[in-house]
C-alpha cells in the first residue's frame, strides 16, 4: 500500500466510523426521548375541590319583639364566583316595629353545610357587618354584640322601622380585617374602614 | 550481547510518518513545530502537514506538537517497525475561548438576530436584586412588575410564555405563563446574560414571539486554577443585605467544579411618603457543577436550586370592587404599619429545582454532538388572606415537574458555513394540591412535546453573513379538570365539547380536554459589514405559540385585580411575522446600536372585559382571553460618546406602539417611551474609579385601551367610574452609581460600589407595576456593595 492510499484508507475509516457513531447516538436520543413521553399515563382522577371559603349564603332574620313571624332577608349564590347571580329573597317590615336580627353565613357547598357564623364569632376582632339603608324614614339599626375590644361585630343587631315606604334597601356588608377604631367605623359607617369586603349585599323592601 | 547489540542496531532503521490536520475539516496544518522527545530534536510538518522522522528505534516516541492557533498536544506511540499516524489537531482558537476564556469576552448565541449580551461586571452591579432589573440594561427590554421584588422581563412589550428564559441551556419550566410568577432564576448563578428580541434563536424553541434569554453560568478555565468571587452588600431602602459567593477548581486534564450560593432579605420597602407593607423578600440560591471538559469530549452534570419568599403588599389584596374603587381613589395604601422583616399574607413561596446532565463529543471533520437530559421541579405556593382553619393554607399549592432529552449536532467542519440540528423530547406533569379548599387555578395535566429544528449560516466573504433555520414543534396537552356546571353552560361548552365529559359530580364536571398543536417556526437573517466602522442586520423570523395552560383553563377571581379571569377552551395558535433590522456603527469615540422592529401576530392572546356578575360580594368584571390580529413596531437605541478619555456620554431610548387591529385600538400593558442618559467618569489611574449620574425619564403613556367601567355601589347608593385604564404620569428619576477596585493581595482584588437609586426620593407609579393601583414605587434607596475576587 503506497503512502497515499493508506492515507486515504485511513481517511475512509475514520468517516464511516464517526457515521455509524452518528448514527446509533441519534438512534438512542430518539429512543430515550420516545421511552419518555410514553411512560406516563397515570391518569388517576383528581379529586373534586368542594370550596372551604366560599360564602355562599347570607341569611338576615327579623324577629319582632312583640310577636309575630320572623322576616327573612337571604342572598344564595350557589356557584360561587360562577356565573349564575345570588338569588335573594326577602320580606316586609311593619312600620314603627322593633326587630331582633341575627345574622347567619353559611358555605352550602360543603356537606353538611359549614356554618361560617362561628367562624366569623371567634374572629370577631377582625369582622364587622355594616347595614346601610336607603328609602324614606329608614330603620334604626343598634349592634348588639361587641369583640374583646369592646367593637361592634353586628351578628346579633336590633332593628327598628319608621314609616311606611316602599322602595328601601338594606345594603349589608361584612368586611374583613377593617380598622374599628377608625372614625365612625363602629357607629356602623364603613367609609373608613378599610378592610376587604366579603360579603355586599343589597335587599329591596317595602315597610308597610 | 551480540544478538542484542545487532537487533539493536537492526530496530532503529524504523521511519515514523506523521500527518497533522485540522480537526474539523481535514485541512493540513503547515510549519508546526513537533518536538521528539526522545531525541531532544525539533522538527516541523511541510506544505502537506507531513513530517517524517527517520532512523527510529524500537520502543516508545513521545511528540509535542505545538502550532500557533492550535491547542499544543502531546502523543505518544510504541515503535514496532515503519508507522503512519495522523494528528488531528484543534485549530479555532477563538472557538475554544468559549470554553477557555474568562467572562470577559463576549460570547454570542445568534448570528443576525438583534442580540444583546450583558456581561459578568455589569450583572454584578444587581447581586441585590432580580433578574428582570439586570435585564433592564438592554434598551427595548422593560418589565413587568408586581410591587418591586416580582419583577417579569418585557422584551418590546412582550412576556410571559412569550419569552423563552435558558438557564444553562435549559428551558426554565416554571409556570411563567402567570404574570405575577417571575422567572426562578437566582442573577448571582448567571455570568452573562444574551437577550435575544425576536424568535431567531431556533435552537431553544420556536414559540419565542417576544424573544429568547440565554443566561450562563461561569464558564470553565481549562488550566489548573482556584479562584472565587464574593459579594456582600446592604442596602437602605427595605433594610435589605445580600450575599452570594463562589468558588472554582479547575484540574489540569479538564476536571472542574464550581459551586455558587447566594442569600438576600429585605424588609417592608417604602415609598417616599410611606411604608408598603408586608414586601419583604427572603430568597436562597445554590448551584453545583461539575464535570470534564476536554475539546474532543466533556461531560457536565448541575445542579440549581432557588427558594423564594415574596410578600406581596398587603393592601394589593381587596375583596371586591367597592375596595378596588377605595384603593384607587386613596393617595394611600388602605394598611401601612411600621416596618418589619415579617412576610405575612398574601404571599408566595417558590421552589425551584433544576438538574441537568449533558455528554458532548467532536468527530472528526465532523461536528459537535451534544446530548442533554434535564429534570426541572417547581413548586409554588400562594398564601392569600384567609380566615379560620384555613389561616395558614395556601390557595394555590401547584407542582410542575418538568423532563426534557435534547440531542443537538453541530456541523462546523467548513470554516463557511455551519448546520445545527437537533431533536427535543419533553414530558410535563401539573399536579394541583386540592388540600388548598380553593378550586384549582390551573388544572393536572400532562403535556408532552416534540421538536426538531435545522439552522445553518453561511459566510459568503469575511463581510457577510446568512443564516436561516427551521423549526417544527408538536405539544400535546391532556388535562383533568373540573368546570363549575353553570360556568360549563354560561360558555356554551355543553354544546361544543360535551364529548370530553368524563363524570357528572352535581354542581361540577370533570371534563378531559386535549388539544393536539403542530407549531412551523422559522428564521432568516443577514449580517453586512459595510465598512470596519459599521454593519447592518436584517431578519425575518415567523414564531407559533400555541396557548398556554392559564389561557385555555383559568376560571377564577383574581384577588389584587378584583376580576374574574376565564380561559378559552376554543383558543389557537397566535401567529408571528418579525422583521427586523439594525444598524450599528463604532469607532474609538462614538458607538451606537440602533434596532428596529415590527413584529404582525395573527391570533394574538390577551385578556380583556366581557362583561359584569354578580356574587356575594358583589359585582365584578368578567375578563376572558381573546384573540385578535395585532402588531407591535419600534426602536431601540443605545449610543455612547467618548467626550473626552475619561468622560463618557451614553443614551440609551426606547419607544413602542402596539395596535389591536381588529379593535381598533392601543394593545394593553405596552411601556411608554422612555429615555435614559448617564454622564460618567472613569480613571483607571484612580483604582479604576467610576462614577455615573444617569436620568431616567419614562413619558406618560397615552395610547391606552378604555376598559373603565361604571359600577353601582350599594353601601353608598351611588354609580361611580372605575377607572382602572388611565396610565399614571411621566416621571423623571436620577440615579447614581460610582466603584472602585483595590488590590488587595497578589492575585485578589477589592471592589466596591455604592449606588443611590431615585435620588430625590421622587414619587411615582410605573403603568407597569400591577400594583399601581394601590401604592407608589419605592423611594430613594442607597446599595453598597463590596466584591471580593480571589
Known sequence: ?208 | MVITSFSYSQDCNYTFLGELTDFHDGTPIISATIYIKERDRYTTSDFDGKFKIENLCKGPLTLTISHIGCETKTVSYNINGDTFKSIALEHHIEELSEVSVSGKIQRNVTETAQETVIKAETLSKYSALSLGDALKEVPGVSSINTGNTIVKPMINGMHSSRLLVLNNNVRLQDQEWGIEHAPSVDINSADQISVIKGAGALAFGGDAVGGVIVINPRPTILTDTLYGQTIIGGQTNGRGFNFSSSLNKSFKGGWYVNAQGSYKQNGDFEAPDYNLSNTGLQSGGFTFKGGKRKFESGFEVFYSYLNNTIGILRAAHIGNITDLVDAINSQQPAVINDFTYDIVSPRQEITHHLVKAQYYKRFKKFGKVNVQYDYQNNQRFEFDVRVGDDRNKPAIDLNLQTHTVLFDVNLDSNQDYSIDFGVMGRYQNNFANPETGVRRLIPDYDKYDFGAYVTSSYSVNENLLLDAGIRYDFNRIDALKFYRTSRWEERGYDIDFADIVIEDIGTQLLTNPVFNFHNISASAGIKANLNEHSYIIGNYSLARRPPNPSELFSEGLHHSAARIELGDLRLGQELSHRVALSYSYKDSNFNMLLEGFYNRINDFIYIEPFGVEQTIRGAFPVWNYVQSDSELYGIDLNAAYNITENWNLRNKSAFIIGNDLDRNRPLIDIPAFTTENTLSYTNSNWKDFTIGLTSQLVLEQTRFPDNNFNVFIPSRNETVLVDISTPPPAYHLMHLYGEMTFNAFKTSDIKVALSVNNIFDTQYRSYLNRLRYFADDVGRNILLQIQFNY
Open chain 1, 1 to 208: 500500500m503506497s503512502y497515499m492510499n493508506l492515507n486515504n484508507y485511513l481517511n475512509n475509516q475514520v468517516k464511516t466510523i464517526n457515521t455509524m457513531k452518528t448514527i446509533k447516538l441519534l438512534s438512542l436520543a430518539l429512543l430515550f426521548s420516545i421511552a419518555f413521553t410514553s411512560c406516563s399515563d397515570d391518569d388517576d382522577a383528581p379529586i373534586p375541590v368542594n370550596e372551604e371559603e366560599v360564602i355562599t349564603t347570607l341569611r338576615l332574620t327579623l324577629t319582632p319583639q312583640g310577636g309575630g313571624n320572623p322576616v327573612v332577608f337571604e342572598s344564595r349564590d350557589l356557584d360561587g364566583d360562577g356565573p349564575d347571580a345570588p338569588i335573594v329573597t326577602t320580606g316586609t317590615l311593619n312600620v314603627n316595629t322593633v326587630y331582633n336580627g341575627s345574622v347567619e353565613v353559611l358555605n352550602e357547598l360543603e356537606d353538611p353545610i359549614e356554618d361560617k357564623t362561628t367562624e366569623i364569632a371567634e374572629e370577631d376582632d377582625e369582622h364587622q357587618f355594616f347595614f346601610q339603608y336607603t328609602g324614606g324614614v329608614g330603620p334604626t339599626i343598634v349592634y348588639n354584640d361587641q369583640d374583646d375590644n369592646g367593637n361592634p361585630v353586628g351578628l346579633d343587631i336590633t332593628l327598628t322601622t319608621g314609616a311606611n315606604g316602599s322602595t328601601n334597601t338594606l345594603t349589608v356588608t361584612l368586611l374583613h380585617e377593617p380598622d374599628k377604631d377608625a372614625p365612625g367605623v363602629s357607629d356602623g359607617d364603613p367609609t373608613n374602614a378599610g378592610g376587604e369586603t366579603d360579603i355586599e349585599v343589597t335587599f329591596n323592601f317595602a315597610v308597610i
